[in-house]
């Protein structure tokens, strides 16, 4: 194969043209040769080896211009138990209303993020296995709160900040007020059956894994 | 030969080598097949659960204003009730199963995550009178405008948090079944 050959080619360009022309050609060429010193090499340089080490050359320069690619590859997940399962979020507010003869007179209304789902799913279906194979979802138990993050709160009329901050104060029971409060609200609007059957229907299809065969 | 240019034709090479070791998979055998076809019923099957997340914003507009000892406060609590779901079109995702050297993997494509319903409804008024006029500044407010902004910037502000956990979730899915068949994930979120 032939390669490009800067004495070879002086020799030849030298017979053709005056010297001016030659000296352009030259600095032209010397700067090609520079470009592929300095640019060209270490750039291939790189991309051997990036398509040596690091996969796909394409997937490298796909995964630089659209960032919000994400990959996860999880090896060696079988040791990885399913802890818990994450069914349903809910913004909601809890107003506790201060009454006088039927009219408001002061109010505690108090806003929340809250996390639906199951816990310890994996020893769950370990437990349940034989038992819940023939089951249907509706027999499968009631997902929990997960998790209540209080965001804000308002406070209006004969309402004190004290007497609003205990809904969040778990020291007499053991239980924030709130927790209870809010699956009250849940229930009482009629939104519980609904987000325990979705709830259901999740556990069941992580059960259907173990039950049905191929 | 300039070493320079040896060099250049010896990397040249090797690029184009790589690409196509790359490009060239491996065939499945039957059983990688059945495999794949169970686990793609699977999903499918499951997918109007786990391939979305549902929330629910329950978001309340109080109007509160102390009167004289005299006079009954203005009290005017509406509550507005939204459920969204978040979640991926199963059917622009691809599932398949490579053998790498010796290794199954279980390779998941996904596409973005977006919004796929929202269902929304008023819920309840409470007011110590009927005709509570909400006043601003000496101006009356147009509450559906307001409740309706205040919600959707909700559901904005939570926008990102709920996509991120609606992948979660599916991963964790995703996860279960191939730690289910012995399987490593490989799962890719556009």
């Known amino acids: 194969m032939k390669y490009l050959d800067l004495k070879k080619l002086h020799n030849f360009l030298l017979l053709k043209f005056n010297k001016a022309k030659l000296i352009i050609a030259c600095e032209f060429l010397t700067f090609i040769k520079q470009i592929l010193r300095y640019i060209i090499i270490p750039s291939a340089l790189i991309i051997a080896i990036y398509s040596f080490f690091g996969g796909s050359i394409f997937y490298n320069i796909k995964h630089l211009f659209f960032k919000e690619t994400q990959i996860i590859t999880a090896t060696h997940i079988n040791s990885k138990p399913i802890d818990s399962i994450f069914t349903s979020f809910i913004y909601i507010n809890t107003t506790d209303l201060k009454k006088n003869d039927n009219k408001i007179i002061g109010l505690c209304s108090r806003t929340y993020e809250v996390s639906v789902g199951y816990k310890d799913v994996q020893s769950f279906i370990e437990k349940n296995r034989d038992a819940s194979c023939n089951e249907t979802f509706q027999s499968l138990p009631d997902p929990t709160i997960l998790s209540i993050n209080a965001v804000s709160a308002q406070i209006e009329g004969q309402y004190s900040q004290q007497e609003c901050d205990t809904w969040d104060d778990a020291s007499k029971t053991g239980l924030r007020p709130s927790l209870g409060a809010i699956s009250m609200k849940l229930r009482r609007e009629g939104r519980w059956p609904i987000i325990k059957e979705n709830s259901q229907h999740i556990l069941m299809s992580y059960i259907n894994l173990y039950c049905k065969q191929i | ?190």
């Open chain 2, 1 to 190: 030969m300039k070493p320079i240019i040896k060099i250049t034709y010896k990397f040249i090479i090797c690029i184009f080598l790589s690409i196509t070791i790359q490009s060239c998979t491996p065939d499945q055998n039957i059983e990688t097949k059945n495999l794949e076809k169970f686990i793609i019923s699977k999903v499918l099957e499951d997918a109007p659960y786990i391939a979305q997340l549902e929330a629910i914003y329950m978001i309340n507009y109080i109007y509160y204003k102390d009167k004289a000892w005299y006079q009954d406060d203005e009290a005017y609590i509406r509550d507005d009730e939204a459920k969204v779901y978040y979640g991926f079109n199963i059917n622009k995702s691809k599932i398949s199963i490579e053998k790498i050297s010796n290794k199954m993997i279980l390779q998941v494509k996904l596409p973005k995550p977006e919004q796929i319903s929202i269902d929304r409804k008023i819920k309840s008024l409470k007011t110590n009178d009927q005709n509570t006029k909400v006043n601003f500044n000496d101006k009356q407010v147009d509450l559906e405008l307001l409740i309706t902004t205040r919600l959707n910037t909700i559901i904005k502000q939570y926008e990102p948090k709920n996509f991120k956990l609606a992948q979660s979730a599916t991963r964790q899915y995703f996860e279960a079944i191939a730690n289910r068949y012995n399987l490593d994930l490989q799962i890719e979120f556009n």
